[in-house]
């Protein structure tokens, strides 16, 4: 009987060692899944400050009721604590009283506040009238 005891334990080692390693590979799974979660609310939190950052830049042209001249600039938009940089393209419609303006955000660099640094975040298109044209 002494024999078949030691032998139920060496299996029941064996058992405990194979629960554990599939413990731990759900844990793994887990934590990967966690991580995926929290980089895609920083994603989304990231493209949602950008979004406001391109309102804001094209509702500024709507309350200053300014004729937007045409060509390209860029200009620091921060949101809270993240650094973004918007791009401001203007350009001619067919009909000369109004005026296409679309705003690119990316996010900005540390180092300058108007340098690109990785993907396109928003991209916002409007129509500007020109009011004192009597576009309106």
């Known amino acids: 009987m002494r024999g078949k005891l030691r032998g139920d334990e060496g299996f029941m080692l064996i058992e405990v060692l194979v629960g554990l390693a599939i413990l731990s590979i759900a844990l793994i799974a887990a934590l990967r899944a966690i991580s995926l979660a929290a980089d895609t609310q920083l994603t989304v939190s990231q493209r949602t400050m950008a979004l406001w950052s391109a309102d804001n830049a ?3 042209i709507r309350m200053k009721r300014v004729w937007p001249e045409i060509g390209t600039s860029t200009f620091s938009c921060p949101q809270a604590t993240l650094l ?53």
């Open 58 to 60: 094209l509702n500024d």
């Open 84 to 136: 973004l940089v918007c791009q401001r393209k203007v350009s001619p419609m067919p009909n000369p009283n109004f005026r296409r303006v679309e705003v690119t955000v990316f996010l900005g660099s540390q180092a300058n506040s108007t340098d690109i640094n990785g993907p396109r975040l928003a991209w916002l298109v409007t129509v500007a009238p020109n009011l004192n044209a009597g576009a309106l």
